[in-house]
């Protein structure tokens, strides 16, 4: 069965770095949309980052554009979600999802739940300020 595993949430100061990552298993490694969500507490699930893997576009919600950067290696079948210059608001439990095969993402899907059919378990972001 489909697992995503994700990985490398921890507490961090404020305006540090911290890499995630989400390794897929019997999950193909190319041809599906696979994105990143956070869920502050009381706050509904967002979409952060999310691309279609083997292509080059990249989408990115307004509030991470240009300190966040998502990547795929296909070899480890591993998501990426690289976050720079973090703030106290990118505090939350982040979650990898991902399609099913041949089912891809486009600007208006990506950061709604719909197109995803797996999902991780969450790993917890603490920035502290």
């Known amino acids: 069965q489909v697992q995503l595993v994700e990985s490398g949430g921890k507490s961090v100061q404020s305006g540090g770095s911290l890499s995630l990552s989400c390794v897929a298993s019997?999950?193909?490694?190319?041809?599906?949309?696979m994105g990143w969500f956070r869920q502050a507490p009381g706050k509904e699930r967002e979409g952060v980052a999310a691309?279609?893997?083997?292509?080059?576009?990249?989408w990115y919600s307004d509030s991470v554009k240009g300190r966040f950067t998502i990547s795929h290696d296909s070899a480890k079948n591993t998501l990426y979600l690289h976050m720079f210059n973090l703030k106290s608001e990118d505090t939350a439990m982040y979650y990898c999802?991902?399609?099913?095969?041949?089912?891809?993402?486009?600007?208006?899907?990506?950061?709604?739940?719909?197109?995803?059919?797996?999902w991780g378990q969450g790993t917890q972001v603490t920035v502290a300020s």
């Open positions: 999802a991902g399609t099913l095969r041949q089912t891809y993402c486009s600007g208006g899907s990506w950061s709604t739940e719909r197109p995803y059919n797996y």
């Open positions: 691309m279609n893997t083997g292509e080059s576009t990249t």
């Open positions: 019997e999950y193909p490694n190319s041809r599906v949309c």
